[in-house]
């Protein structure tokens, strides 16, 4: 199995920038594939972004594209969330997944089998 740990969410102002970040354990990390998903009051989880083994193939909900930028560092098993711009819309519980798969079959939460807890992104007008 693999444990997921999301960190780094907070309050922050609209037009700040904040980074969450996720360390994974339990199997090994480097050729999973990662996500980021969030789910806002009211609404369904959504996809946000994913990042194949190497880092080189990242994409984004149109959403978030050109504000969000998805990472990974394999060495220390963690996969990173850097969001600029950030708007009001941007308020949700953040999340971390992974489908235990060199890539994802879609980006339906169902596809995704492994989650984090999710931490909270408050972003105020």
């Known amino acids: 199995q693999v444990q997921l740990v999301e960190s780094g969410g907070g309050l922050v102002q609209a037009g700040g920038s904040l980074r969450l970040s996720c360390a994974a354990s339990?199997?090994?990390?480097?050729?999973?594939?990662m996500g980021w998903f969030r789910q806002a009051p009211g609404k369904e989880r959504e996809f946000v972004a994913a990042?194949?083994?190497?880092?080189?193939?990242?994409p984004y909900a149109d959403s978030v594209k050109g504000r969000f930028t998805i990472s990974r560092d394999n060495a220390k098993n963690t996969v990173y969330l850097r969001m600029n711009s950030l708007r009001p819309e941007d308020t949700a519980v953040y999340y971390c997944a992974t489908d235990l798969k060199t890539w994802y079959s879609g980006t339906s939460p169902r596809e995704w089998r492994y989650w984090g807890q999710g931490t909270q992104v408050t972003v105020s007008s």
């Open positions: 339990g199997r090994t990390f480097s050729n999973y594939v």
């Open positions: 990042v194949n083994w190497s880092g080189g193939i990242t």
